[in-house]
């Protein structure tokens, strides 16, 4: 796959752009994508996710987002939420998320809500795990079903979670979005089957619980998540363990909460 141009607007399906920060680790992939959805035709437009506060980055997100409406937040981590409170006071437009401390010059989301902005439909659903504020953002136009999920399902591999539990109820309310939905992730390449992939994920986690269980059989009931990480990602690049123990923990707290 060819490299994505940095801070280059680049055109997705009818309703979105993307314009990719140059931000690249392990934990952002290529970097992260700020989303501009507009229907064709209307004149405002509305920002998700500016990312950090890269001026560069910023600076060509408002210059494609020419007539900006809002800025909508997917979650509160600074790879994708730091840079708003700048780029909303250079566009002059309000900050929504789920947070609260987030918002600016409006109120948070509502799981449920429906966003009238930029001639588009914009349904919130509120899909905790990766973090509790995490939410999902649907778009109907036209017959096509195009879903921005921020780290709640990325481009490519899987995301780090804060409560397991949280995070299947999510992934099985995004499977029961219409087959074929666009996913437009926070990282990485977009996805031609959203709930195709959120299925993907739901296997892989199941998979990954019933490891660690395995673990914990082998290792003792009090073993840590490190410990369960040495087991059972012994053949995963080492760079990859400290997201993993991230997301053992999780699983670790939700095999503990249904054992009691």
Do not use: K
Not at 72 to 94: C, I, K, Q, S
Not at 209 to 219: C, D, G, P, W
């Amino acid at each position: 796959m060819t490299h994505p141009a940095y801070g280059v607007a680049r055109q997705v399906g009818p309703i979105a752009t993307v314009v990719l920060e140059d931000n690249p680790s392990e934990m952002t992939l290529e970097g992260t994508n700020s989303w501009i959805l507009r229907a064709p035709g209307a004149a405002g437009s509305v920002v998700i996710d500016p990312g950090y506060r890269d001026l560069a980055h910023l600076e060509a997100l408002a210059a494609a987002a020419e007539g900006a409406e809002l800025v909508l937040l997917t979650h509160f981590h600074g790879d994708h939420a730091e840079g708003a409170p700048w780029l909303a006071d250079r566009l002059g437009v309000p900050v929504r998320a789920f947070d609260a401390s987030l918002c600016a010059g409006a109120e948070p989301l509502v799981d449920g809500e429906v966003v009238s902005a930029a001639g588009l439909e914009i349904r919130i659903l509120h899909t905790p795990g990766h973090t509790g504020d995490s939410v999902t953002l649907v778009v109907e136009h036209e017959g096509e079903t195009t879903v921005l999920t921020g780290d709640t399902i990325l481009g490519r591999g899987t995301t780090v979670l804060e409560n397991l539990g949280d995070y299947l109820r999510s992934l099985r309310a995004l499977i029961a979005l219409p087959d074929g939905s666009l996913g437009l992730p926070g990282h990485g390449p977009e996805l031609a089957d959203l709930p195709a992939t959120a299925r993907a994920y739901l296997a892989h986690r199941e998979e990954r619980i019933e490891q660690v269980r395995s673990a914990l059989r082998e290792l003792g009931p009090d073993a840590s998540a490190r410990q369960i990480v040495e087991l059972v990602y012994a053949d995963v690049d080492r760079a990859l363990w400290v997201p993993a123990e991230f997301s053992v923990r999780a699983q670790l707290d939700y095999l503990r909460t249904e054992n009691r």
